[in-house]
């Protein structure tokens, strides 16, 4: 496994390739944004605002630094072909899961979900898959693309099939794809209501997590390509992820920041902060 030259890794990811169980590394892709692009930026961003954090969590009552953690850095920069880009994700993936270890990837735009699903299932045929968002990307095609940030869940089915993907805190979307959705996924609209019952459900199920940091509200996280009102608080959100160390996490990302939107940095902390402990929720499980 290659290591990619970055400046400075995700705090506490430190180790090798070979010494970790979970993986870092990040997909700076956003040539499908439909409205403001810039998420590219995010992966580097985190990296660099992760100085600004403890390795200790409270939530949890655990420090990254008792676990062995290794950041891969991101994959090369390229607009244009994005299903080319698609394929350098899926071989990442790929080689994480043939050694046995777990991947956290840093977005870039949702599509990079897509190719860690597939990469995924080829690991773990009976995979389920987790969806925090404010949309609910499935759409057959947007603005005439197959492989789109609006379509990447649609993909993500055809893949998984009916009913083996849960959606939460959607609260925008066409009405085609909610009323698809009745029929192909369980989605919960608006909030995350369901999410502490999950762990009985899929307690023998793989699990990947998809986190569209945009499931918050834009007053908690402005930073992002489409922010949507009404979303859900940041304690709501660790809430959901202390519930998440229950079950079987396979793999996850965390997508969606476009930190210049936010020159706070705010956003950009927020997500950081849900790096360490998705980290530890995948950890635990």
């Known amino acids: ?44 961003a985190i990296r660099s605002y ?44 790929r080689e ?15 599509l990079v979900t897509l190719p860690a699903i597939k990469a995924a299932k080829e690991k773990y045929p009976n995979l389920r898959l987790l969806h925090f968002d404010a949309h609910t990307d499935l759409r057959n095609d947007y603005l005439g693309e197959k492989y ?41 609209p608006f909030t995350t209501q369901g999410v502490e019952k999950i762990s009985s459900v899929l307690k023998d199920c793989p699990v990947y997590i998809t986190l569209d940091l945009d499931i918050l509200d834009p007053s908690v996280f402005p930073g992002t390509g489409t922010p ?10 660790i809430h959901v992820i202390l519930k998440l160390k229950e079950l079987n996490i396979v793999g996850a990302d965390i997508n969606e920041l476009a930190p210049h939107y936010d020159l706070s940095g705010v956003s950009t902390m927020v997500a950081c902060k849900m790096v360490r402990e998705l980290t530890l929720a995948m950890l635990h499980s």
């Open 96 to 110: 994480i899961f043939a050694a046995n270890k777990k991947p956290l990837m840093l977005g870039g735009e949702h």
């Open 148 to 188: 789109s940030h609006a379509t990447v869940i649609r993909r993500c089915w055809e893949i998984l099939g009916d009913h083996n993907i849960y959606q939460y805190g959607i609260r925008s979307g066409e009405k085609a794809e909610f009323d698809w959705a009745k029929k192909h996924t369980y989605l919960t």
């Open 228 to 237: 949507e009102p009404g979303g859900i608080t940041f304690n709501e959100l």
């Open 50 to 93: 992760s100085e600004g954090l403890e390795t200790y969590s409270p939530y949890f009552d655990q420090d990254l630094s008792d676990y062995y953690l290794c950041d891969l850095g991101d994959l090369p920069f390229q607009t244009g072909d994005a299903e080319k880009y698609l394929q350098l994700i899926e071989n990442q993936a």
């Open 1 to 44: 496994m290659v290591k990619n030259k970055i400046e400075f890794n995700f705090l506490g990811f430190n180790h090798s390739f070979a010494e970790a169980n979970l993986i870092l590394f990040g997909a700076p892709f956003d040539g499908t944004a439909s409205f403001r692009p810039g998420s590219r930026f995010g992966p580097n």
